[in-house]
């Protein structure tokens, strides 16, 4: 019948690219709305409506935007600009593009070498009563999910986020919610293995006795030792 087409052919997107598609887009209205610091952004079913997707999907990239910073939720009254935002700012353009799970594997660590040991190393120089309370809290959780399922993932991210904010020095956080979309890619169930990167396990405790004892060595020490463990059990799992 003519003016029927065939869209079997269009594929849905991954959630992954609609949460980086309305972040663009949240982040383009922002920018051609003019919006102040102070100023309200629209409610959330306002911005579901608009752009035709989930409450789920809104609330990922609000949370995003509060982890960068530039936006604050209060509750019962909205979500407010704290920054300026442009459509360009909001992304890191990462790529990892490797045909090889391998090589992107090794890539993002040589990343997170180098950002999390000096993570540990300022955690462990300014972390206050408080803080080691969340870091343990999470900790606590990881651990009692490794034991009952013999592995972790969503546990352990937040055990080093706990640590992130730690350091009161929020571009820590901000880096990692950047590059959080390309280590994710590559990170989830890496070679089919659940019992993957599972003898870093101990280290974490480990890690954490050094940041209590304000051990900043120490904490460099068990950060690297938790990536090597790592690294080792990609390469040994890649062969």
Same mark, same amino acid.
């Given at each position: 019948m003519a003016g029927i087409r065939d869209t079997s052919i269009i594929t849905a997107l991954p959630a992954q690219? +609609?949460? +980086?598609?309305?972040?663009?887009?949240?982040?383009? /209205? &922002? #920018?051609?709305? @003019?919006? *102040?610091?102070?100023? +309200? %952004?629209?409610? @959330? =079913? @306002?911005?579901?409506?608009? %752009?035709?997707?989930g409450r789920s999907t809104i609330r990922e990239v609000i949370r995003r935007f509060e982890a960068l910073g530039v936006i604050e939720t209060r509750r019962g009254s909205g979500s407010y600009l704290l920054k300026p935002v442009a459509a360009g700012t909001v992304h890191m353009s990462l790529s990892l593009n490797t045909a090889r799970q391998r090589d992107a594997l090794l890539q993002t660590l040589e990343v997170r070498r180098g950002i999390e040991a000096e993570a540990s190393v300022v955690a462990a120089r300014r972390r206050t009563a408080a803080d080691l309370a969340n870091i343990e809290e999470k900790l606590d #959780? !990881?651990? =009692?999910? $490794?034991?009952?399922?013999?592995?972790?993932?969503? @546990?352990?991210?937040?055990? $080093? %986020?706990? &640590? /992130?904010?730690?350091t009161h020095n929020p571009l820590f956080r901000q880096l990692l919610e950047q590059m959080r979309e390309a280590f994710e890619r590559f990170w989830d169930h890496p070679f089919d293995r659940e019992d993957f990167a599972r003898r870093s396990f101990p280290f974490h405790r480990e890690?954490?006795?050094? &940041?209590?004892?304000?051990?900043?060595? !120490?904490? =460099?020490? *068990?950060?690297? =030792? &938790?990536?090597e463990v790592v690294e080792e059990d990609i390469r040994e799992m890649s062969r």
């Open positions: 690219d +609609r949460v +980086r598609q309305v972040t663009d887009a949240v982040a383009a /209205y &922002i #920018e051609q709305a @003019e919006l *102040k610091v102070g100023d +309200r %952004l629209p409610a @959330e =079913r @306002e911005l579901m409506s608009a %752009l035709g997707v #959780e !990881m651990e =009692r999910v $490794h034991l009952a399922k013999g592995t972790s993932g969503p @546990e352990d991210l937040a055990f $080093h %986020l706990a &640590i /992130y904010d730690a890690l954490f006795d050094a &940041i209590v004892d304000q051990d900043t060595a !120490m904490a =460099r020490e *068990k950060t690297l =030792r &938790i990536l």
